[in-house]
């Protein structure tokens, strides 16, 4: 079965700073992945994906991702954090012909003047 | 493009009593799915549909709740009894389903915050 890990449940980033969230995903073939960022009152919104191909992928609002298979990580980065960027992220994975998407616990990101 | 439309936004109920979720999925969307979203569990799939047929309700936490899809522009959610456990924030998403149904996204709508009392 297919997870994923999100091991921070909490950052706080000073605007202007970088940022990077890690995410672990398990799945014994190549997953497509995914993160997710969430407003409060809101619902989720597709921030990136990743099928195949570049490892280095370029999502809306500056961010990006990279797929680093040796490590089973897609950790999301981004140069310069903007206070707009204050939500919860959520890495997701799901698998090749089957319609399920798992979702991590979620990264709270706090962004401080 | 109307995105997932989900009603009530919130919804209070006593215990013991029935609620109904409802969604509307983005139009041409063949997939939807139901997520319930707690601080101790995080973002939990309890179904999913994909041309109005269940596909998979292993997340379904017991026979209080049942979902349906009559047609491709609607699916409800149902809690009977409701339970002051079952206070969340459940949220509809749907996709279009074309192939490589990865190159679709999941759009989800705002949720439905449910509080039992």
């Known amino acids: 079965a297919q997870s994923v890990t999100q091991p921070d449940i909490h950052i706080t980033v000073s605007e202007g700073a970088s940022l990077e969230l890690r995410c672990n995903y398990s799945y014994g073939a190549t997953p497509y992945l995914f993160w997710y960022v969430q407003s409060p009152g809101q619902g989720l919104q597709l921030l990136l994906k990743y099928f195949s191909g570049d490892t280095l992928v370029q999502g809306i609002k500056g961010f990006e991702a990279e797929f680093k298979r040796s490590q089973s990580s897609f950790n999301l980065r981004k140069p310069s954090v903007h206070w707009s960027d204050a939500a919860e992220y959520f890495c997701?994975?799901?698998?090749?012909?089957?319609?399920?998407?798992?979702f991590g616990t979620g990264t709270k990101l706090q962004v401080i003047p | 493009d109307a995105g997932v439309i989900q009603s009530p936004r919130h919804e209070v109920t006593e215990m013991g009593q029935e609620v109904t979720l409802r969604c509307k999925p983005i139009?041409?969307?063949?997939?939807l799915f139901w997520y319930r979203q707690t601080m101790m569990r995080g973002l939990e799939l309890l179904i999913y549909f994909n041309n109005n047929v269940p596909i998979d309700d292993s997340g379904m936490p017991e026979d209080r709740f049942s979902a349906k899809m009559p047609n491709a522009s609607f699916s409800t959610l149902k809690i009977q009894p409701s339970e002051p456990r079952d206070s969340a924030v459940y949220f509809c998403?749907?996709?279009?389903?074309?192939?490589?149904?990865?190159?679709?996204?999941?759009?989800f709508g705002n949720g439905t915050r449910l509080t039992v009392t």
């Open positions: 997701a994975v799901g698998a090749p012909g089957y319609q399920k998407v798992t």
């Open positions: 998403a749907s996709k279009r389903d074309a192939g490589d149904s990865y190159n679709s996204p999941l759009h």
């Open positions: 139009s041409g969307h063949n997939s």
